[in-house]
């Protein structure tokens, strides 16, 4: 059903290169059907999944920090540094992140018991509850805003998506590159 009303909707990016190929035909204007889709399929993905997390009372930055340390596995606990290279929060963040959490009560700090110069974050009874339930609604979310594709598709889609991610690293110019 939602997919019918959106496949019946005008397709902005095909507006866009359409407008492109009007006023600049000497231009191929191929990468934006990819990464002009992906970007505003983000800013969809964005908005939908903010809400439920933000009901809850956290932050995405906040949930990206319950979520590393629920993954860490039991005493669900990782330093700030292991938290930054997790992947989904800044290091820049980091600390920020963990001050509110620690006030909320969803995790404390704990320094090592060998090496006093380590700082831990650990998740608390209340924050691996909250991590739980608000993990397990978030799938729910993703999955509906999947419907509109089938198992496959979505296997596909997730290859393409990390064959993607590849290229685009790939791409990546090095610092300094260019410069004379």
């Known amino acids: 059903m939602a997919a019918g009303k959106a496949a019946g909707r005008r397709d902005a990016v095909a507006?866009?290169?359409?407008?492109?190929?009007?006023?600049?035909?000497?231009?191929?204007?191929?990468?934006?059907?990819?990464?002009?889709?992906?970007?505003?399929?983000?800013?969809?993905?964005?908005?939908?999944?903010?809400?439920?997390?933000?009901?809850?009372?956290?932050?995405?930055?906040?949930?990206?920090?319950?979520?590393?340390?629920?993954?860490?596995?039991?005493?669900?606990?990782?330093?700030?540094?292991?938290?930054?290279?997790?992947?989904?929060v800044s290091s820049a963040g980091v600390t920020l992140r963990i001050d509110r959490l620690e006030k909320d009560g969803l995790l404390v700090r704990e320094r090592d018991a060998e090496d006093r110069r380590i700082v831990y974050s650990r998740l608390t009874d209340a924050g691996l509850?909250?991590?739980?339930?608000?993990?397990a609604e978030h799938l729910d979310n993703e999955r509906l805003m999947l419907g509109g594709l089938s198992?496959?598709?979505?296997?596909?889609?997730?290859?393409l998506l990390s064959k993607l991610e590849r290229s685009l690293l790939d791409a990546e110019v090095p610092e300094g590159a260019g410069e004379t």
Not at 153 to 158: K, V
């Open 15 to 88: 507006g866009i290169v359409e407008d492109w190929a009007r006023e600049r035909p000497d231009l191929d204007t191929a990468p934006l059907e990819v990464l002009a889709r992906l970007h505003r399929s983000f800013l969809h993905y964005s908005a939908r999944m903010q809400g439920p997390i933000e009901r809850h009372g956290l932050s995405v930055a906040g949930f990206d920090v319950l979520t590393a340390l629920r993954r860490a596995g039991a005493p669900y606990r990782l330093t700030a540094g292991q938290l930054a290279d997790s992947g989904l």
């Open 129 to 135: 509850a909250t991590v739980d339930e608000v993990f």
């Open 151 to 159: 198992p496959a598709e979505r296997r596909q889609l997730a290859r």
